[in-house]
């Protein structure tokens, strides 16, 4: 008998029903439900909450912007954490949304990232200490950052020296989704060139976005991918206002040119953006990062341990 033949593939003689596994661990999801964190970062008056609001179609935070001229700008990087649960379709999603305001707000801005990469640490930390835990729960709250949106100011110009170095300090420890906010201030020329701009300086200075690679990937996941890539940074623009255009209405902004929706892939990106976030990469943002982040930062702690248990024993002897 040959091996194929060995390992040929046994066929089914009545049905058995382990097919149901989907079925069973799709309710067991649903009654618990799931869990998304979300980091923003940018400079103020970019419309982060606005975008967060818009993206999830509730209104979830205030803008923690300045609303006065004359209101005094943050000295430090504050985070500020808010916790909502959205419910669609049967299915309940717990966000947890992390706001960073007074980041790039100074006029010395050196190492205004440091509050930022250690909250994302904390978070990690936090988690292996309860995992480590002799008695842990089953089922550990989970607060590691999944998705980083990283607001980029429309000058049409370059990125700032700032934002190279908070994204190369943050592709290390999150998934990193750079977006061009109120995009709608710049042309359609404009922004197309703004976006090449940004795209060769992330080349330029090897910064690794969300999405990776995988080898897990089929072909229709690769160029999903692919055209993602081809979109960041996702240039878009925010509104929780609604406004009728043609006896339809849309969430938009009204000026004294026109009408600006966001929900027209003509008029911005955002639909994209929403699409990618929610529709699309929901389940790997979270996947990527227990498998890449999270286990990075375990892997390196757990080393550490063992080096400082190791030259404990060394010096007792």
Not at 14 to 25: E, K, L, N, P, R
Not at 78 to 99: A, C, Q, Y
Not at 177 to 184: E, F, H, L, Y
Request: include cysteine; charge should be negative; glycine fraction near 4%.
């Amino acid at each position: 008998m040959s091996l194929d033949a060995e390992h040929s593939q046994p066929i089914l003689q009545s049905y058995v029903g382990f097919d149901s596994i989907t079925s069973q661990i799709e309710k067991k999801l649903l009654k618990r439900g799931f869990q998304f964190n979300v980091m923003v970062v940018g400079q103020s008056g970019l419309g982060k909450s606005t975008l967060i609001n818009t993206i999830f179609a509730s209104h979830l935070i205030d803008s923690k912007g300045r609303t006065q001229p004359d209101e005094a700008t943050r000295q430090t990087v504050e985070i500020h954490s808010f916790t909502e649960t959205v419910i669609e379709n049967g299915v309940k999603l717990r966000l947890n949304i992390v706001d960073t305001p007074g980041y790039g707000d100074q006029v010395n801005n050196e190492n205004c990232w440091e509050p930022i990469i250690k909250y994302i640490k904390d978070q990690h930390s936090s988690f292996l200490r309860k995992e480590l835990t002799a008695m842990r729960d089953r089922f550990i709250q989970d607060t590691r950052i999944h998705c980083c949106l990283f607001f980029i100011s429309p000058t049409g110009h370059s990125l700032k020296p700032i934002d190279i170095v908070v994204l190369k300090k943050l592709t290390e420890v999150v998934n990193v989704v750079p977006v061009i906010a109120k995009s709608d201030s710049l042309t359609i020329e404009e922004r197309i060139a703004f976006k090449q701009r940004i795209k060769e300086e992330m080349a330029f200075h090897n910064i690794q976005l969300y999405p990776y690679a995988s080898d897990e990937d089929d072909d229709q996941d690769h160029a999903l991918n692919e055209s993602i890539q081809d979109l960041i940074p996702f240039a878009v623009v925010g509104s929780e206002k609604t406004i009728v255009v043609d006896g339809k209405t849309v969430r938009g902004r009204q000026n004294r040119w026109g009408v600006i929706n966001v929900e027209n892939e003509n008029h911005c990106e955002f639909i994209h953006l929403r699409n990618f976030l929610t529709r699309t990469h929901l389940q790997d943002l979270i996947e990527t990062t227990a498998m890449i982040h999270y286990e990075s930062f375990r892997s390196k702690q757990l080393l550490a341990l063992k080096e400082s248990g190791q030259q404990q024993q060394q010096q007792q002897h």
